[in-house]
């Protein structure tokens, strides 16, 4: 399966201070999606950022369909823009309270210039319909809107320059469990309809095992653990994914309290990052920062990987 994104060692930094470890993430073309896991803080914002030239790499290297993102300008970078594009976390924030949904949808479409002028509310008439809105919202205001009606609107607005790849930045946290759902059958539908590619940003695991066919957990920026999606959320091998598992409820299901979050802890300068919080630490731990290394056909960076599952069984 060939890659469509590739991103090798990617370090990004927030003026002296390094917040992405040198990640590494792989998209193949769609229909596919990558989940980035991890608490808020660990970095997977950023990296959305980065993925869309809109923060600065401080290391390694973006490729998209063989192209050296990094290295892109004028024109190509315009390109590439079109063929990536971002959903932002919050519909609210994301949409110009000045401009009505009609001129919010068809604003890449004049600044790419890929549709005529004539033909543009004809276009987003049918980018409303795809993502399930009235056409009779075009003459709208985002405060007029539901919150599910403007992330559809948000999504309308990034399918708009028929991308290849999508950049999902938490897409639906910011509603309510109805909506939700709403929001992920159109996601299905559309990674189909379309061939889409995504790369999907969430700490809800539920979304990501449902539209992720391979995940990657960050912790403080450094990938903790990845492989496939399902793998990794029914079996964790390290023990931040075990945590970030054993926090989710399940009905008859008892977990053992040593694989719980415990917040609160620092993050040392030296050796793994979770070893403050982790219950398996040893002196190596905090001495030496572990490599990724397969382990169980995934990749996980743990000095105990080998036998943290019986551990914690």
């Given at each position: ?121 004809e276009r987003v008439a049918a980018l409303l319909d795809e993502v399930g809105l009235p056409i009779d919202i075009m003459t709208r205001y985002p405060h007029q809107l539901s919150g599910g009606q403007r992330q559809r609107v948000v999504i309308a607005r990034a399918l708009a320059l028929e991308p290849r790849l999508l950049v999902l930045d938490e897409p639906t946290s910011a509603l309510d469990v109805t909506v939700q759902e709403r929001v ?130």
């Open positions: 399966m060939s890659d469509l994104l590739l991103v090798q060692g990617l370090r990004l930094s927030y003026g002296e201070r390094e917040v992405v470890h040198g990640v590494d993430l792989r998209v193949p073309a769609g229909p596919y999606g990558l989940g980035i896991i991890g608490e808020s803080g660990s970095g997977k914002t950023t990296i959305a950022r980065a993925l869309l030239k809109l923060h600065p790499a401080g290391s390694g290297s973006v490729t998209f369909d063989g192209a050296d993102v990094l290295a892109l300008k004028g024109s190509a970078l315009s390109a590439y823009r079109r063929d990536v594009q971002l959903v932002f976390q919050d519909g609210d924030g994301a949409l110009d309270p000045r401009m009505s949904v009609l001129s919010s949808v068809s604003e890449p479409l004049a600044i790419h210039d890929t549709v005529p002028k004539a033909q543009r509310r992920l059958q159109l996601v299905e539908g559309l990674r189909e309809r379309r061939q889409l590619a995504y790369v999907l940003i969430s700490h809800n695991l539920a979304v990501v095992d449902r539209l992720c066919e391979s995940s990657v957990v960050l912790y403080e920026g450094a990938v903790m653990e990845s492989g496939p999606t399902r793998d990794l959320l029914d079996s964790p091998v390290h023990p931040y994914t075990r945590a970030l598992r054993s926090a989710v409820p399940e009905i008859g299901v008892h977990r053992p309290a040593l694989t719980r979050i415990t917040a609160g802890a620092s993050v040392p300068s030296t050796g793994c990052p979770y070893s403050e919080r982790c219950p398996l630490v040893l002196d190596m731990c905090r001495a030496q920062t572990p490599a990724l290394r397969d382990v169980g056909g995934r990749q996980v960076a743990c000095h105990r990987a080998d036998d943290v599952a019986n551990l914690l069984a």
